[in-house]
């Protein structure tokens, strides 16, 4: 059987996917041999190790102990000794990357390894109370085993000091990953040091360069080793992230339990919370470069952890927001803040944001429906779905805003011949058109009376015409919560205001994304993407350090 194509429908669908999506590869990872060049005793000694390492690793294994011992030794007489701490960094690398690849576990039990010359040492770890803190549910990789490459991962930021910088792998999916907002698989930048119990017992231990900022041994104190890229670069590596954008966009319902929030580090609460909200097609992994910048800084970090609200794109913006507010409150049940957080949205990330800091009251829903909801004759399904997201307040626990390169207004793009074909395309749920159909008739008659009732999606909210759109820019944030704008220009020349040519990031105008009364408003020399451009990056580090001293 024959079928005919449609080969003018598949070119424009054709265009339409390379205007959404980009061809850049975001991360991509090989690993290394490190090699390393001695310049003491104890360096040659790493060296005669690494020949060791694939064939004999238990030996090795002893010789780079031996180098460790001997180095933390020169370290307590002369704290200092560039040398001294490059040999024990080495060593201590190496000695992890020889367990990771022999497979040996003495996280579970110690383990007794043969010393040069005769004797043994015994490794093991120092015990954490904390269960997550296991390290026997990891697999460990040095850091400076991997060599990576990609867009989002174009600039490495390491951290000079003592320790092992290490990527740490959870060996098991999360069952639970939903319910505690994290990754289903952990991906983790760790940071091994060693001390000596005795002449030959070894004690790792793995400390969180995002948590502290020094280690100490024998009396003295260093700053910790760290490398905050690498393992960004391995999870997007692994994971994948940009196989979901396209995926979840045109088919939001089958994607719909990867709708939550995120978080890529343990829940500290006394650090501040930034939220960060992705745009249309795209997922959490647009952060990294933003994340891996503003880490990488000891004043942010000391104060800041961050978390991701994941979504699928092809979901109406409202609807998008309604999910949000739900993990907000099930999230502040078993993790109540101790202070106010502040969110960040990039594009329809941003609209979604400023729902978040808004008071619609019943303004919203009278302009949709002659009713109240409790008097509407919808089913309570459908009741509570409208309510959700017609019927909202500002959220208590952000207390400011940072809107990038987010199209308040809508963006006429959405509006043309390519938005009616990404609309054609985007599958709506089930629960959405069953909603569709059931509000026919109790809508305003502005609606036109027995007019068909389609719910619209992503791409239908972008538009300027939209009736929501419309409707919630004549809705003031509130007043309490400061917020900020951050807005691409591709340096084309334009017009802030409607007349040709218009100042725009080359998806969204100046006009739509402009917000009176914002506190500051920026503008960088960017496409769509300004979250990643290295000014903006720099203005959420100035807004987030004014934000931590109020």
């Known amino acids: 059987m024959f079928k005919f194509i449609d080969f003018r429908s598949c070119r424009l669908c054709l265009v339409l996917l390379v205007a959404l999506s980009g061809c850049s590869q975001y991360s991509s990872i090989k690993t290394l041999h490190p090699t390393y060049k001695p310049v003491t005793p104890v360096g040659k000694l790493v060296v005669k190790a690494l020949t060791r390492s694939h064939k004999e690793p238990l030996v090795a294994m002893g010789e ?22 490059k040999d024990y960094n080495f060593a201590l690398s190496r000695l992890m990357g020889t ?8 996280w579970t039990k110690p383990l007794k390894v043969p010393a040069p010359g005769g004797g043994e040492y015994v490794l093991t770890h120092r015990l954490d109370p904390r ?8 697999d460990f990789t040095p850091a400076d085993q991997f060599d990576i490459s990609g867009s989002y991962v174009a600039e490495r930021k390491i951290k000079a000091g003592l320790g092992a910088p290490l990527v740490a792998v959870g060996r098991n999916k999360l069952e639970n990953a939903k319910e505690i907002f994290a990754m289903e698989r952990t991906y983790y930048g760790i940071t091994a040091t060693a001390r000596f119990e005795g002449s030959n017992r070894c004690l790792v231990s793995f400390e969180d360069p995002l948590d ?19 393992p960004l670069a391995v999870m997007l590596d692994q994971e994948n992230p940009k196989k979901l954008e396209l995926s979840r966009l045109l088919n939001p319902q089958k994607y719909a339990q990867t709708a939550k929030i995120a978080r890529l580090q343990p829940f500290d609460p006394s650090k501040r919370v930034v939220l960060c909200v992705h745009g249309l097609m795209d997922t959490p992994a647009t952060w990294t470069p933003l994340i891996n910048t503003l880490r990488s ?8 952890q961050f978390w991701f609200y994941s979504y699928p794109s092809g979901y109406p913006y ?31 990330g941003g609209m979604i944001s400023r729902l ?66 990404g609309t054609k395309l985007v599958k709506s749920p089930i629960t959405l058109l069953k909603a569709g159909s059931e509000v026919l008739g109790t809508l305003t008659p502005s609606f036109g009376g027995g007019k068909p009732v389609k719910i619209p999606n992503s791409v239908d909210t972008l538009s300027p015409n939209n009736r929501f759109v419309k409707l919630i820019n004549t809705i003031p944030i509130n ?72």
């Open 479 to 550: 007043p309490k919560i400061p917020y900020h704008s951050i807005i691409g220009d591709r340096g084309k020349g334009g017009n802030p205001d409607h007349t040709k040519p218009m100042s725009s990031d080359g998806f969204v105008p100046y006009w739509s994304s402009h917000l009176e009364g914002a506190k500051s408003e920026l503008i960088v020399p960017s496409g769509h993407s300004a979250h990643q451009n290295p000014q903006a990056i720099a203005e959420v580090r100035r807004i987030l350090l004014l934000n931590a001293e109020q």
């Open 297 to 304: 800084d000891p004043e942010i970090r000391k104060r800041y």
């Open 64 to 85: 780079y102990l031996e180098a460790i011992k001997t180095s933390s030794l020169e370290l307590r007489r002369n704290p200092s000794d560039v040398n001294a701490i």
């Open 356 to 421: 978040m800091v808004t008071d619609s009251g019943d303004k919203v829903w009278n302009n949709f429906f002659d009713k109240p909801p409790a008097e509407i004759g919808l089913s309570p399904e459908t009741r509570k779905l409208m309510t959700d997201a017609f019927v909202f307040g500002h959220r208590e626990e952000i207390s400011r805003a940072i809107f990038i390169a987010a199209p308040h207004q809508g963006a006429d793009l959405a509006a043309g011949w390519l938005g009616r074909l």
């Open 131 to 138: 269960p997550q803190r296991n390290p026997a549910l990891y």
């Open 99 to 106: 367990l990771s690849a022999a497979k040996l576990d003495p």
């Open 318 to 348: 409202q609807y998008s927001a309604a999910i949000l507010r739900q993990q907000l409150d099930a999230i502040e049940k078993r993790y109540p803040l101790q202070r106010k957080m502040v969110i960040i949205g990039h594009s329809m």
């Open 212 to 230: 502290t900022e020094s280690t100490r041994m024998d009396g003295h104190t260093y700053p910790l080793a760290a490398d905050f890229t690498v």
